[in-house]
């Protein structure tokens, strides 16, 4: 099974309007982490926000929130009022194990913003 | 501060022959890590070093992959030799210790092996 699914392979926002990249993940472990970064076409992956599992409330980061549904096993990543530099590859990511020694990426969104 | 410096950013090869990637952390970081990723997809993780020592390399394709951190500081991956599937984005990444949230990546260095 697939440990991170995103299901969207590319989305359109118009500017200024807030868009939703879906992430569901599979774990069994009780204690995990899920991340969300961004690629621009200049190829380096930006950390963009963090959550942990055992977090109660959902993590924000300026434009970036996460919603994050346990029972659902998703954590979909909020950016409210997109701007022309938010267009990029998003992964959702989750680390799980002892240490947190594993580490997966889904297979990523890529975000178009229309002016 | 500076970031993860990786090198070369682009590299053309024959198929067949060896090449080599460098990568230098953030100075004091601890754990490294070398991911693949395709064209289209997500890394995947092929190594991860703590300091010195390979903790993780289950994903590492040893008949033609090696890896090496000698001191505990910058790394270097190396394919030997290379097939026309290498071809990918070479990514590297560093933390300060294994516990710590965020990961720090390079650019990354595309590889096309023709």
């Known amino acids: 099974a697939q440990k991170i699914t995103q299901t969207q392979p590319g989305m359109f926002v118009q500017e200024k309007e807030a868009v939703t990249l879906d992430c569901t993940y599979d774990?069994?472990?009780?204690?995990?982490?899920l991340f969300w970064y961004k690629q621009p076409s200049s190829g380096e992956m930006i950390f963009l926000i963090y959550?942990?599992?055992?977090?109660?409330q959902n993590a924000t980061e300026g434009r970036y929130s996460l919603n994050f549904q346990k029972a659902r096993k998703s954590a979909n990543l909020v950016i409210s009022a997109s701007q022309l530099g938010d267009s990029a590859m998003y992964f959702c990511?989750?680390?799980?194990?002892?240490?947190?020694?594993?580490?997966?990426f889904g297979s990523g969104t890529k975000l178009n913003v229309k002016p | 501060e500076a970031g993860v410096v990786q090198s070369p950013r682009y590299k053309i090869i024959e198929k067949k022959q060896p090449v080599a990637f460098w990568c230098n952390p953030i100075?004091?970081?601890?754990?490294l890590y070398w991911y693949l990723q395709n064209l289209g997809q997500g890394p995947e993780l092929l190594i991860r070093?703590?300091?010195?020592?390979?903790?993780?390399d289950s994903q590492l394709p040893k008949d033609r992959f090696s890896a090496e951190r000698l001191k505990g500081v910058d790394s270097t991956l190396k394919i030997q030799p290379a097939e026309l599937g290498d071809s990918a984005v070479y990514l590297c990444?560093?933390?300060?210790?294994?516990?710590?949230?965020?990961?720090?990546f390079g650019q990354g260095t595309r590889l096309t092996v023709v």
């Open positions: 990511a989750m680390r799980e194990g002892q240490n947190f020694n594993k580490f997966y």
């Open positions: 959550q942990g599992s055992y977090d109660q």
């Open positions: 070093y703590e300091n010195e020592e390979a903790v993780d």
């Open positions: 990444a560093s933390k300060k210790a294994v516990e710590d949230t965020e990961a720090f």
């Open positions: 100075s004091g970081h601890n754990t």
């Open positions: 774990t069994s472990d009780p204690s995990y982490g």
